[in-house]
């Protein structure tokens, strides 16, 4: 029997910077290229802000690449003493000294980005100049380093793998029998930009492994669900995106309209100095981006509240509510 489970948007994702030592093809950067690196002072207060109204308990810390943003520990700090859980998704290029410093400053749980573990399947995700030799010593190094992270950081923390599968399957498929074998969490994510043959190559993954469907969680308000799948004794989850639009973000929208859309609203994100609200991922300019002040009085945030009591007495009447009771 399949479990399902219903719940509110957990998280607020954070974009710290842009800075990566990766140049992966599928990276989107949680929306813009360009944004600043984030002012500590200023998401510190509009965390204050949102919460009420949103009711988020995690911050999920993105990029760029999380880990050089300079005050970085001293951020995770300051959110911990607010009350939040700290979520932190890294490329793994991290000291592997830094993971106790950065447990020890309030990080929670931590998602690595690993996508194949061939160094010619992994340069054929980046867009680098590099020689084929120095650039195949060069992926060598960083897998490893990954790795390495990876299996200590099990050790302390709540720990998970993020596999991309884009326009092939034997780098994901490495990288689940690696997570089988290490007992370490995954998470399988379709490459956006790479349409319906990511989402059939996770399928022939799936068929491929004998992989039986388990679960379902579904998010409301968002268009972010995961299916779970069982191997044996082994879980893991793929990460979905179903159909699901703000009216007043999206119905007059013209990627929309033309099919050109490939998140939906997925949640809501922080950039940017000064900060900056960001509700579509393709797309910049007022409703989609917009600042902390206009966003508290915005239509979306209205909608927002609503849609989010709505679902509160939606679970509450039906007895659907044990993964929000911490919240409400």
């Not at 950065?102 to 980046?126: E, R």
């Not at 990954?146 to 299996?151: A, K, M, Q, R, S």
């Not at 399928?203 to 469907?213: D, G, R, V």
Request: glycine letters at 6%; proline letters at 2%.
């Amino acid at each position: 029997m399949i479990k399902t489970v219903f719940c509110l948007p957990r998280s607020v994702r954070v974009k710290l910077n842009t800075r990566c030592q990766f140049k992966c093809k599928f990276c989107h950067q949680e929306g813009s290229m360009s944004a600043k690196d984030i002012n500590k002072e200023e998401f510190i207060e509009a965390l204050r802000v949102l919460r009420k109204d949103l009711m988020f308990y995690r911050i999920h810390f993105t990029g760029g690449e999380p880990t050089l943003y300079n005050e970085f520990e001293s951020l995770l700090k300051k959110t911990k003493k607010l009350g939040f859980s700290n979520a932190l998704t890294t490329n793994g290029q991290l000291d592997a000294n830094n993971l106790i410093k950065l447990k020890k400053a309030g990080l929670d749980s931590i998602n690595f980005s690993l996508h194949a573990l061939d160094p010619y399947a992994f340069l054929n995700i980046q867009n680098v100049s590099l020689g084929m030799k120095d650039g195949v010593n060069w992926a060598k190094n960083c897998i490893e380093k990954t790795i390495e992270n990876v299996l200590s950081a099990n050790k302390i923390l709540d720990t998970k793998i993020n596999c991309v599968v884009g326009y092939n399957t034997v780098g994901p498929r490495e990288v689940l029998g690696f997570c089988i074998k290490n007992n370490i969490k995954l998470r399988f994510l379709n490459d956006l930009t790479a349409g319906e043959t990511a989402l059939n190559n996770i399928k022939e993954i799936l068929y491929k492994e004998n992989a039986e469907i388990v679960g379902h969680e579904i998010t409301f308000i968002s268009s972010s669900h995961r299916l779970d799948y069982k191997i044996n004794n082994y879980n893991f989850g793929v990460k979905c995106i179903r159909q699901f639009f703000l009216k007043t973000l999206c119905d007059n929208c013209n990627f929309k309209k033309g099919g050109r859309c490939l998140e939906g609203f997925y949640g809501i994100r922080l950039e940017d100095n000064p900060l900056r609200v960001r509700l579509c991922l393709n797309r910049s300019g007022k409703p989609f981006v917009q600042t902390l002040s206009s966003f508290l009085k915005s239509p979306q945030l209205k909608e927002i509240k609503k849609e989010t009591s709505d679902v509160i007495k939606y679970l509450r009447r039906d007895s659907l509510i044990e993964e929000q009771r911490k919240i409400i």
